[in-house]
Structures are given as structure tokens and as C-alpha cells.
């Protein structure tokens, strides 16, 4: 079935580094791809997405990249902040069905 | 503020018991969605809903049921708890089904014993 795989499970950085995110899905037909953060005590929150027909999308300090060839999309956190300490959730889904699929999660931990 | 809400936000509840958590949402989405997170495991889907009326099995229904009978309302019951329901649930709900923003609730933590 529908697989998303998400590496790393824990990344730790120091303030102002950047940090990278890793995703890999299976099914070909997936065509959007959001990511979302989850503070602790909270549901998540999408914080950047990007479509099947665009390569990169930014919004200030973060970046998402897709590679459909591969099934890669990564999550790029540039200048990174004690703020950035989060779970981050990648996520695959398919136009005309109701499936999301999400990886396991990244404990990202941004050291001042 | 518009948004999702859940309830109870965490119920300690003993096997066999019934149960049910609730979510409405008031931003007039048609999908909504129950996901249970567990550790290492990340969001799994155990039910959806694309609109009023209608619901879908998602990765992990079994021993879960959920109703629509409005738009606002999906609440998700647990007939006769296990252990292994322990899990924070999360209520969702998407004005695009698949392709649009999900909005989640703060989550509802349910320990089985």
C-alpha cells in the first residue's frame, strides 16, 4: 500500500544553521505534498506545501523541493531558531481520494 | 475563533467501556478526518468523512465508528475500549479533500487501562 517514509527521526542543530528534512513516497499518483508542525500540547499545522507540478516553493525561511522522478520532497529550515523546535510532519496525498498519508515525524531541536 | 474543537482533551477510561470523543468544527468544511498519533508511528488515519452523510475506512479502522449526520459534527466512538487504543486522537477537517490545508483540533489524549 501507500508508504511515506520521513528520515531524520531526530535532528538536532545549533541556532542559525540550517536544517533539512527528508521524505520519500510510494505512490506515483500522489500529487501534494504538505508539511506541518506540531508544538508540543498541539495538532499540527501546515506550514508550507508544494503540488506535483512545481519543483520548489519558498516562503522566507523555509523551502520545500520535490523530485517526482525519485518520490523525494525534502524540507529545507534555513537561519534556524529555538522557535523552530518542533515535530515536523511530512505528508502525501492523491487528488480524488481522501487519503493523506504521513510519515513518522522529525523531532527537530534548534540549540541556543 | 473559528476552528476545530475536541472533547474531552484527555479521559483516562477503563477497558470494555464505551466511548465517544467529540469534534465540531465551524469554518463549514465538508472533509473531516480522525487521525491517532503514537510514538514513532506518526498520524494514522482511522476514519474520514468527504461530506455530510457519507464515511470511509481509513489505515486503521477496526474497533472504531464514526457518524456525519450534519456538517459540523463528527465524533468518533469507541464501542468497547482495548489497551491498545491508548493514543492522542486528532480531529481534522480540509475544505479541499486531498488537496487542501488540513485544520486540526488540539487533540483528545485517551488512556485505556
Known sequence: GENVEQHPSTLSVQEGDSAVIKCTYSDSASNYFPWYKQELGKGPQLIIDIRSNVGEKKDQRIAVTLNKTAKHFSLHITETQPEDSAVYFCAASIKGTYKYIFGTGTRLKVLA | ?113
Request: aromatic share 8%.
Open chain 2, 1 to 113: 475563533i473559528a476552528g476545530i474543537t475536541q472533547a474531552p482533551t484527555s479521559q483516562i477510561l477503563a477497558a470494555g467501556r464505551r466511548m465517544t470523543l467529540r469534534c465540531t468544527q465551524d469554518m463549514r468544511h465538508n472533509a473531516m478526518y480522525w487521525y491517532r498519533q503514537d510514538l514513532g508511528l506518526g498520524l494514522r488515519l482511522i476514519h474520514y468523512s468527504n461530506t455530510a452523510g457519507t464515511t470511509g475506512k481509513g489505515e486503521v479502522p477496526d474497533g472504531y465508528s464514526v457518524s456525519r449526520a450534519n456538517t459540523d459534527d463528527f465524533p468518533l466512538t469507541l464501542a468497547s475500549a482495548v489497551p491498545s487504543q491508548t493514543s492522542v486522537y486528532f480531529c481534522a477537517s480540509s475544505g479541499q479533500a486531498s488537496t487542501g490545508e488540513l485544520f486540526f483540533g488540539e487533540g483528545s489524549r485517551l488512556t485505556v487501562l
